[in-house]
């Protein structure tokens, strides 16, 4: 018997490779090496048009000295850091509340979600295509409606022309559209907290809010932690908007790390300082991951 269970398991073998096969030479020929080219490139001078010349850590001391002197780059890492902070935590607080708000059984709940979380799956140029009608100084919405309340005292502001208001206007249009994915995944961790705790609670007579500090907040610590942490590799990554809106002006206000590698790499044609950037974002994102899943480590709670 053993050589026959032992065939039939060689046979499930040979399956799941065959079946891992096609996926894995996707990953080897479209992620992994693009990614070591990229490193390579990272230490090398290269244009697309001549070959690459190797320059050992030029493009690293590049980045260093630009951030020693407030340069480009410097102003991207700034904006970037800006809308993080702008949209992570305003993000998560709305989407929790209105996740609160749907688990109280609302009746159409269901139209609810569909309507929040619609923007999610609509394409990032579209929406930002939308918003930038909606922030025009001529004829958009939100200059009308301004001018419509204030009884004409406030005059067309130029949303995304204003170096002081172009980011506030891409945070505001990022907040709604990813308002429905955190919401979504907040009210899946809603609905996975056991009823009984809230029936115990009610019949100690806990007000809302302290079965909501006692029961909701504590166990909800675990989707907060992978909702902060996707959140924040997101915000690092953020580009499509800031190219759509604005390409990065005016002035640089609105550049980030992720434009300034476009940028680099297929405006100026200096592939290897876009790698070398794009391994510089690759740290940040993996340093400040390994700094939130330490401190919220502690967030994972038992049911009881």
């Known amino acids: 018997m053993e050589p026959r269970v032992s065939g039939v398991q060689t046979r499930e073998e040979r399956t799941a490779y065959l079946f891992l ?23 090398c001078r290269y244009d697309i048009i001549h070959s690459p010349t190797w320059i050992g850590l030029r493009n690293y001391s590049r980045i260093g000295q630009d951030l020693q002197t407030h340069g480009v780059f410097y102003l991207s890492l700034r904006n970037t ?15 929790l509340a209105l996740a609160l708000l749907l688990n109280a059984g609302l009746r159409g709940v269901t ?11 609509t394409s990032l140029v579209a929406v930002s295509l939308v918003w930038m009608w909606i922030y025009d100084p001529s004829y958009g919405l939100l200059n009308h409606l301004l001018m419509k309340l204030s009884g004409g005292r406030i005059s067309p502001q130029s949303w995304l022309g204003d170096p002081g208001q172009a980011m506030p206007a891409i945070i505001a249009m990022s907040i709604w559209r990813g308002l429905g994915y955190n919401m ?31 029961i909701t907040w504590p166990l909800l610590k675990p989707t907060t932690a992978f909702i902060f942490v996707i959140s924040t590799i997101g915000a690092s990554q953020v580009f499509a908007q800031v190219y759509v809106m604005t390409n990065g002006g005016p002035n640089n206000a609105t550049t980030t790390i992720v434009h300034q590698i476009f940028q680099n790499a297929f405006s100026f044609m200096k592939m290897g300082y876009a790698s070398a950037m794009a391994f510089v974002l ?16 502690g967030g994972e709670v038992e049911y009881v």
């Open 21 to 43: 096969t096609p996926g894995l030479a996707l990953f080897l020929l479209f992620v992994l090496i693009p990614v070591i080219a990229a490193f390579y490139l990272s230490f």
């Open 81 to 95: 850091a800006q809308y993080a902070i702008g949209t992570i935590p305003l993000g998560m607080v709305l989407a």
């Open 111 to 121: 139209l609810y979600r569909t309507t929040y979380y619609l923007p999610v799956v």
């Open 184 to 214: 979504v995944i907040y009210l899946a961790g809603l609905q996975g907290i056991p009823d009984h705790l809230y029936e115990a609670a009610v019949l100690d007579g806990a007000s809302p809010w302290q079965r909501f500090r006692a």
């Open 282 to 297: 690759f740290g940040l994102i993996l340093a400040l991951s390994l700094i939130n899943l330490r401190l919220l480590r």
